[in-house]
């Protein structure tokens, strides 16, 4: 529950730059058969946004931020409920939650759940929106930090 929080609080205070126009943030609002969505964003002119929150604790290499760390069917349901609303003419963004402070780059974690990656990227060619945010971390808090690259780092 403690990334969704820290994600509903950056959301209220407009913190997150993509989703910032939003003024609207609703909780575990249902959607497509059997689902919930973490947030529903909503704003005057501007298309209702579905928004999934994903916990990325996992690093194999260093600076390289994975998801998921074990299989996730139910991970690969959201992906493509999220893709239905974009295909509808929603928004529709899956917001991977980085977790540690060590990690500049997220990839999707294909030799642990190859179904969950060619989701993502059905998704992704379906209009999902990917958005990848660090945190920073200290014994009193977890707040939302600056953006973090999706894919590997080049070279």
């Known amino acids: 529950a403690l990334p969704n929080r820290a994600v509903r609080a950056a959301l209220e205070a407009r913190q997150i730059a993509a989703l910032a126009a939003y003024d609207s943030v609703r909780p575990e609002v249902k959607y ?30 260093p600076g390289l931020a994975e998801f998921p760390d074990s299989v996730t069917a139910r991970g690969a349901k959201h992906l493509e409920a999220l893709a239905q609303m ?11 939650l980085v977790q540690r402070t060590d990690c500049t780059h997220v990839v999707m ?4 759940d190859p179904a969950y990656a060619d989701a993502h990227k059905a998704a992704t060619q379906a209009g999902v929106e990917t958005l990848c945010l660090g945190t920073a971390i200290s014994p009193q808090e977890i707040r939302i930090a600056a953006p973090l690259a999706l894919g590997r780092p080049a070279g």
Do not use: M, N, W
Request: glycine letters at 8%; one cysteine or more.
């Open 109 to 112: 974690a294909d030799d642990i």
């Open 86 to 96: 974009a295909q509808a003419g929603h928004r529709a963004v899956l917001l991977y």
């Open 32 to 61: 497509a058969q059997g689902s919930r969505v973490d947030f529903l964003l909503s704003g005057e002119g501007l298309p209702d946004a579905y928004v999934e929150v994903k916990s990325v604790t996992l690093c194999r290499t």
